[in-house]
């Protein structure tokens, strides 16, 4: 079997169990596995950029409380649809993408840590500056009766499962689609050796402003999306915690992998909540485990299961 | 088509006080093989680099193919058809070695799969690496990995090819199979060799430029090259083909 084909596969599959799990699981899980999948397509939109190109922002916050808020303060503010709302959120996070990869793609290494971790930090106290409209660190809720989507209310157990699962499927899509393109191999390149790649002749910082608001614009998807699905905005979602959740979450399921998102991303969750359950010092759990992982699956579960195993792992 | 594919002209490199590279006028003529030779320290990468763009030059100019490239941007000047194999091996250790082929021929074959395809292979099977094609690079001997930095380049059918001492640390019968494979490119390729190894640029090349210094020396024939007074004391009294 072709590498394409086992991808294709893998892909499929990965989104038939997921469809499946929704008649298997008791409805607590379904409830999780929803809000996973969202957190999901943030991380992916990380992935992209931080796996795939090499760049590590410490400020992916930022556009995902810029689809949040794009989205919340459309539908609260003005009174705007569901759906226009979604593309104003989505609309605002290509914006705040393009505006923050083109002047912080002049710096690299630490200095664009820096710079993203910056402009983060700048959006997150513009939100409480503006508290009047944003309610700050209060945030606001999206009332219940304005989530409709295509007339189905989102607000139902199932209803979100689905719409979570249909968002994720076809970001998870896309990006196997992307990271196999010739713009995603190309991606890859630049990670693995940037002078090389622009001395083949290819316009490298096209590729990364490109590669920026791409994942600004997923991440900034997932934040809408989020607000939408459990109708809350508020300011926690820009602070630097919600930076540096995406990259844990990668590294743990595995950086530079279409699956690592996904598996960082329900490994953490249930790292907590299971340990939590536990004892009351659950952050010393998760922490273990996590410095455990790190040493011996330093590239992550997916990571790992590419370099023993499957090697064609995309 | 002019006889001249690339021309420069007063190209100077400043490193503070020092001027890697100053005033020097150059011609490569098409379809031939040039060497350009000098002492470590002379200047010859600081050159070339210039020519790609991957060092921008203090000042000076760059005509490729009658074009005046000077302000170009090094991807701007590789689409135009010059290809650059880096003096310090410069591959994509944790790819396999046929990926790093593809990633040199996609950005001119793109979307095409089958095409990019074929085009790796041949260029796999041209310089002997078919049976590593699915290793990582960074597993390669020392060797293969020039090997494979010259595959990069070819892939690209390049008019312009720079080497950057590409038989440095190839073991003779390589350094055999190298002469064999620029022969067989003369012609279509105009190639520019910086080589140390003497007996490779005696038996490939057409003319050959020397600096020392920072300056050109001399340019000529290699039986004008062999004969110059100047160029033997530049290499410190040694006939230059010893
Ligand atoms: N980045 C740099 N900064 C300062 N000096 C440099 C730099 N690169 C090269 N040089 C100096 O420029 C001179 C020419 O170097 P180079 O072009 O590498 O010579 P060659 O390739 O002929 O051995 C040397 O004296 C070298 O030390
Ligand atoms: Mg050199």
Redesign the pocket.
Known sequence: MSDTKRSHLLHLGVIAVLFALFFVLPAYHVGNLSRIMVLAVYAMGFNLLFGYTGLLSLGHALFFATGMYGLGMAMNSFGIAAEPALLIGLICAVVMAAVVGFLALRTSGVAFMIVTLMFAQAGYLTILYFGAYTRGDEGFVIPQPDRMIAGIDITGETARYFAALILFAVVFLLIAHVVRSPFGRTLVAIRENEERTRMLGYDTDRHKLKAVILSGTISGLAGAAYALLFGYAGATFATVQYSIFPLLWVLLGGAGTTLGPIIGVAFMFYLIDLSSSVTQAYMLIAGVVLVLLTLFAPQGLAGELRRRVMRWLP | MAAVILETKGLT?S??G????EDVDFELRRGKVTALI????????????MVSGR?PATRGQVIFDGQDISALPAHKRIQLGIAYTF?ITSVYAGLTLRENIAIAARRRLGKDRKAVQTKVSGVLEQVSLLDRADQDAGDLSYGHQRVLEIAMGLVQDPRLFIL??PTQGLAESEVDDFVTLIKTLVGDTTILL?EHNMDVVMRTADYIHV?DN?RSLASGTPEEIRKNTAVQAAYLGTDVDA
């Not at chain 2, 020092?18 to 590279?21: F, K």
């Not at chain 2, 000098?38 to 680099?49: D, E, L, R």
């Open positions: 490199k490193y503070g020092l001027n890697a590279n000098g002492p470590n320290g002379a200047g010859k990468s600081t050159f070339v680099g060092i003096q950057d001492e910086i600096l920072g």
